[in-house]
């Protein structure tokens, strides 16, 4: 038999590794946005950041606030990257008229 998950644990439970990945990869992709390009790794902090925080609640851990962080940062950088997007639609459209 499977034993059942105890959700009234304690603050002093482990840091969530998952939130601490989260974190490292919103970092990463926010300093490498306009020099590597490594953006796209903002699309795994957000994923990261997601799962983290339902294994934050299901087994009691610690890292709320680093998975909502990378969460920020992550959909910070979606909205950068859609609105640079956006912005480079004017000029294509523009060379493909001529």
Do not use: C
Not at 28 to 49: D, E, P, Y
Not at 73 to 90: Q, R
């Amino acid at each position: 038999m499977s034993t059942p998950i105890d959700a009234t644990r304690t603050a002093t439970d482990g840091l969530n590794k998952l939130a601490v990945t989260a974190i490292v990869l919103a970092v990463i992709a926010a300093s490498g946005f306009w020099v590597f390009g490594v953006a796209v790794l903002a699309v795994f902090a957000v994923g990261a950041g997601h799962v983290a925080l339902n294994q934050i609640q299901l087994r009691g851990e610690r890292g709320k606030g680093l998975a909502v962080a990378a969460l920020a940062v992550g959909y910070g950088i979606a909205t950068l990257a859609l609105i640079s997007t956006l912005g480079f639609i004017p000029s294509v459209v523009q060379q493909l008229s001529q």
